[in-house]
């Protein structure tokens, strides 16, 4: 990536969102990562202005629609992704519904990751232009 893109990573321990890091950083994405919805919600109030947001579905605190609900108070333009360890397409349906950006499951291969963050930072950037 040319620009810089910033991604918060919202996970507990032995998320799959450790795997998604690496492959982010691999790509010259700018990560941080929080452990909970009150780590995130802290975060977001300090000025952190995520282009990206990737929440494990399920959290010490809450899950990924308390993310969603955080981030479009807080930071409107961030575009939420969230990360699954399996395929379960009663979530997907319902994470696209309530108007995530994706839905995304391991194993990332970088061609994939590349084109879900260049599409959501470009609608990140889109959504920051009508706002600004």
């Known amino acids: 990536m040319t620009e810089e ?15 998604l890091k690496l492959a982010l950083e691999h790509q010259g994405v ?13 975060r977001l109030e ?3 202005l995520p282009e990206l947001v990737f929440t494990d579905t399920n ?3 809450g899950n990924w629609a308390n993310v969603l609900a955080l981030a479009r108070r807080l930071a409107p333009t961030s575009q939420v992704i969230v990360v699954s360890r399996f395929v379960d397409t009663a979530l997907y349906i319902e994470v696209l519904e309530s108007q995530a950006f994706d839905f995304i499951v391991p194993p990332f291969l970088d061609s994939d990751l590349a084109h879900v963050v260049r599409c959501a930072t470009w609608h990140a950037k889109q959504f920051h232009a009508r706002v600004a």
């Open 46 to 48: 300090d000025g952190a």
């Open 30 to 42: 700018h990560t941080f990562r929080v452990r909970n919805c009150g780590e995130a919600q802290m």
């Open 59 to 61: 959290l010490p605190d």
């Open 5 to 19: 893109v910033c991604a918060m990573l919202v996970h507990g321990e032995g998320s799959p969102l450790a795997a």
